[in-house]
C-alpha cells in the first residue's frame, strides 16, 4: 500500500515549487514530515492508493485528506464516501490554521512526532485513523 502525497512550497520570493511524493514505508512518512515542517510549505492532499475510487473513469479517490504542519503541531483533516470531514482532537494549545483547501480549527493540531505516528496508521490500514479521536465539522444537533 502506499499513499500519494501532493503539496507546494510558496517562497519568500513568491516563487512556487509543486512536490509531489510516494510513501511506502514509514520511513518515507518521517522523511515527508519533516518536508511539510518547511514553514513555507502549503497543506498536502494525500491520497491512499489502497482505497477504492469514487469514480473510476475520471480516477478520482473516495476520500479527500489534508495534512499541515504549522508552529509545531501536525493537522489533519478526513472524510470518505460514508464520513463527513472531520479533524483529530488535538492539543488544546494548537491554534488551527487556514489554508486554501482546508481550515483546520483550534484544538485540531497534534504534536509532530503524533502526526507521524497517525499517517503511518492510515498508511496501513487505508482507513481513517483509530488511534485518535475525531470530531466531526458539522456535528449532528442533540435531539434531532
Not at 518536508?35 to 475520471?58: F, I, K, M, Y
Not at 483547501?101 to 496501513?124: H, I, K, M, T
Not at 483509530?130 to 456535528?139: E, I, K, M
Request: charged share 25%.
Amino acid at each position: 500500500m502506499s499513499i500519494t502525497a501532493g503539496w507546494a512550497v510558496i517562497g519568500l520570493d513568491g516563487s512556487y515549487q509543486g512536490l509531489n511524493a510516494t510513501l511506502n514505508t514509514p520511513d518515507e512518512v518521517a522523511g515527508f514530515v519533516k518536508q511539510l515542517a518547511d514553514p513555507q510549505a502549503d497543506s498536502a492532499r494525500l491520497v491512499h492508493n489502497g482505497r477504492p475510487l469514487w469514480d473510476a473513469e475520471t480516477n478520482f479517490p473516495d476520500h479527500d485528506v489534508f495534512a499541515a504542519i504549522v508552529d509545531g503541531f501536525g493537522y489533519l483533516s478526513y472524510q470518505d464516501a460514508t464520513r463527513g470531514k472531520a479533524y483529530p482532537e488535538g492539543d488544546p494549545a494548537s491554534e488551527g490554521c487556514e489554508f486554501d483547501d482546508d481550515d483546520f480549527p483550534p484544538g485540531s493540531g497534534l504534536p509532530v512526532e503524533r502526526f507521524a505516528e497517525v499517517l503511518v496508521e492510515f498508511l496501513r490500514t487505508a482507513d481513517r485513523p483509530a488511534s485518535v479521536t475525531w470530531r466531526d465539522l458539522y456535528p449532528e444537533a442533540t435531539g434531532e
